[in-house]
C-alpha cells in the first residue's frame, strides 16, 4: 500500500476535538484507530526503508564504509524529512480513509 505523503504537515497541528471525533463520538475510541493506524504506518515505512537499506549492506562492511556511502544518506534523509506516521495517520482519518468496526461488547457476552 503507497503511503500518501502529500498534503500531510510536517509540524504538530491544533485540532478541534469535535472534528476527530466526529465518526465515533468518542475521543477515545478516535485516538485508539488513529494510534492503530499509526502503528501499521510505522510498519510499512520501516520495511520499506529496511528493503532500500538493504541493497548496501555487505558483510564485509565496517562503520566507516557504511557512513560513507551517499546514495544511503540521500534514502535516510528523505526517510528523516516526512511525516511522521501519527501525523499521517490523522489527516488519513480526518479524510475518511480509515476503516474501523465498532466492538460491542454486548453481543459477545451472549
Known sequence: ???????????T??????DLDAATGNIYET?????????QINSEIKQELAGKLSEFSFASDNLEETFENREQIE?????????????????EYLEGEVGFRERNPQAAEK
Not at 13 to 18: F, M
Not at 31 to 39: D, G, L, S, T, Y
Open 13 to 18: 497541528v491544533t485540532r478541534t476535538l469535535s
Open 75 to 91: 534514502i535516510s534523509r528523505h526517510y528523516e524529512r516526512m511525516p511522521k506516521p501519527t501525523l499521517i495517520a490523522i489527516e
Open 31 to 39: 485516538v485508539n484507530v488513529i494510534a492503530r493506524r499509526a502503528n
Open 1 to 11: 500500500m503507497e503511503i500518501k505523503t502529500q498534503n500531510v504537515p510536517t509540524n
